[in-house]
């Protein structure tokens, strides 16, 4: 089982970013899909996720109407829009696929696993 997040960049402020999380090794349809990010000197945080169907998804406060999280089942890939990005978004970005199959989301990462390399974001001012 492997994630694989890609699409770092060095952004400006307000500026827009997508990210893909590939994935390989299960079948992506049936397991949730969570993001997080760890900034520099921070603990690692719960972004967004989005359920093995795709119908629902859940964001931390600081990125909701900004991030939108979506999924392509067919192309077992899911990705991370992220709109008017702040400084403060700065951080490796991480996915990670929920532990059980038709899984709910949750917002602990203690239950996600398969965590992909991450990728850096930088949102300069």
């Known amino acids: 089982v492997q994630l694989q997040a890609c699409g770092r960049g060095l952004v400006q402020a307000w500026e827009s970013l997508r990210l893909s999380c590939e994935a390989s090794g299960y079948i992506f349809s049936l397991y949730p899909v969570a993001w997080f990010r760890q900034a520099p000197g921070k603990e690692r945080e719960f972004v967004g996720a989005?359920?093995?169907?795709?119908?629902?998804?859940y964001y931390v406060e600081s990125v909701k109407s900004r991030f939108t999280v979506s999924r392509d089942n067919a192309k077992n890939t899911a990705y991370l829009q992220m709109n008017g990005l702040r400084p403060e978004d700065t951080g490796v970005y991480s996915c990670?696929?929920?532990?059980?199959?038709?899984?709910?989301?949750?917002?602990?990462?203690?239950?996600?696993?398969?965590w992909g390399q991450g990728t850096l974001v930088t949102v300069s001012s």
């Open positions: 990670a696929r929920g532990r059980k199959r038709y899984g709910e989301i949750t917002l602990s990462s203690d239950d996600y696993n398969n």
């Open positions: 989005i359920s093995w169907s795709g119908g629902y998804t």
